[in-house]
């Protein structure tokens, strides 16, 4: 069955620290992937997106993710977090006509 | 452009009340998507139209209904509201069937006591 994996339910870095979330999928073709993120009381806004190509991708904020066929992986990352990164993320693949989503990891920033 | 809006955004029911939510976008959108979120279990899709006219059940159909009374419009129907329909409700909507960004309203909060 396709899913969508998200190990980590909580990460809590410092400001300025490196971030990286972590996402697994399980399909059997190369899927769409999105990151989205979800500030407190709001909707989801997407960060970034992979479709085909280039396995490291940009989005925006300063975040980027790169796609690992090999593991199955597409995770975030951001080399500084600022505190305004707090939030929850999502990671989700697309599966004909519908979204997978995994379950959130909620980023909790220290000063 | 306004994007995807919902209506109310917070509602609260007693167990057996029915309602409706109603999400509109003006992004001339063909596919639309109604989600729950529930802690810890992410967002899980309980109904999509996929263009005008089409409707078709998600993950978590039980207990709701769907109207797609246009291309704007998407509504959602609890006929018999209960406690576990408590949750945040969201509207999505995306230009194509595959492989496009969804956007989101931003959230109808229903508690059912």
């Known amino acids: 069955a396709q899913s969508v994996t998200q190990p980590d339910i909580h990460i809590t870095v410092s400001e300025g620290a490196s971030l990286e979330l972590r996402c697994n999928y399980s399909y059997g073709a190369t899927p769409y992937l999105f990151w989205y993120v979800q500030s407190p009381g709001q909707g989801l806004q997407l960060l970034l997106k992979?479709?085909?190509?280039?396995?490291l991708v940009q989005g925006i904020k300063g975040f980027e993710a790169e796609f690992k066929r090999s593991q199955s992986s597409f995770n975030l990352r951001k080399p500084s977090v600022h505190w305004s990164d707090a939030a929850e993320y999502f990671c989700a693949m697309d599966s004909s006509y519908k979204l997978i989503f995994g379950s959130g990891t909620r980023l909790l920033v220290r000063p | 452009n306004a994007g995807v809006t919902q209506t109310p955004k917070f509602q609260v029911l007693k167990t057996g009340q029915s309602m409706t939510l109603q999400c509109a976008q003006d992004?001339?959108?063909?596919?639309m998507y109604w989600y729950r979120q529930d802690p810890g279990m992410g967002l899980r899709l309980i109904y999509y139209s996929a263009s005008e006219g089409t409707t078709d059940k998600g993950e978590v159909p039980n207990g709701y209904n769907v109207s797609r009374l246009n291309k704007r419009e998407f509504s959602l129907r609890l006929e018999s509201a209960a406690p576990s329909q408590t949750s945040v409700y969201f509207c999505?909507?995306?230009?194509?069937?595959?492989?496009?960004?969804?956007?989101f309203g931003p959230g109808t909060r229903l508690t059912v006591t």
């Open positions: 992979y479709f085909s190509g280039d396995t």
């Open positions: 992004m001339n959108h063909n596919s």
């Open positions: 999505a909507s995306t230009e194509g069937p595959q492989g496009y960004e969804q956007y």
